[in-house]
């Protein structure tokens, strides 16, 4: 199967023409559990690197490896994830993860655990954020999450 874009190996982030133009960086995960770990150390790097503060950061973090894990363990290949640099003058950060759309079978982790061992990410997600949601289409879906920049 043929993507249009290159999965991330050896901790290299995918460089695409558009990537950081408008504001955004964007980075093609593995479909596997190593993507969280993956994903936690690229958004930290860029985060920082834009100068978003400590608490911020600790959230984004939660809230990417939220979006990561349920892409892994209940959709469908590619999975990707999208940072956009701070809206200033929303006071927000914006996180975004797309994947394949919804897969017909769970992923590993979640087939081999009790249904009280998972299932909290979106409660995890809707305290960390200001607003959050999905968008769905032939191509499959983006869960999106805007934190504060105070936090």
Avoid: F
């Avoid at 999965?7 to 995918?14: E, H, Q, V, Y």
């Avoid at 993956?38 to 600790?58: F, K, M, N, P, S």
């Avoid at 809230?63 to 940072?83: D, F, I, Q, R, W």
Wanted: net charge negative; glycine share 10%; aromatic share 4%.
């Amino acid at each position: 199967m043929t993507y249009s874009t290159t999965l991330l190996t050896d901790n290299a982030p995918l460089t695409t023409e558009d990537s950081g133009a408008d504001g955004t960086e964007q980075w093609a995960l593995p479909h596997h559990e190593s993507a969280v770990s993956t994903a936690r150390t690229l958004a930290q790097e860029t985060l920082e690197a834009w100068g978003v503060g400590e608490g911020c950061v600790d959230s984004a973090l939660l809230v990417v490896s939220e979006l990561v894990t349920n892409a892994v363990e209940h959709a469908l290949p590619p999975v990707t994830l999208h940072l956009a640099q701070p809206d200033n003058e929303r006071g927000t950060l914006r996180v975004a993860v797309a994947d394949g759309g919804p897969s017909d079978r769970p992923g590993d982790w979640v087939a081999s655990c009790a249904p009280d061992e998972h299932g909290r990410g979106s409660l995890i997600v809707d305290a960390l954020t200001t607003d959050h949601g999905a968008t769905t289409g032939t191509a499959g879906s983006t869960r999106w999450a805007d934190l504060p920049l105070t936090a």
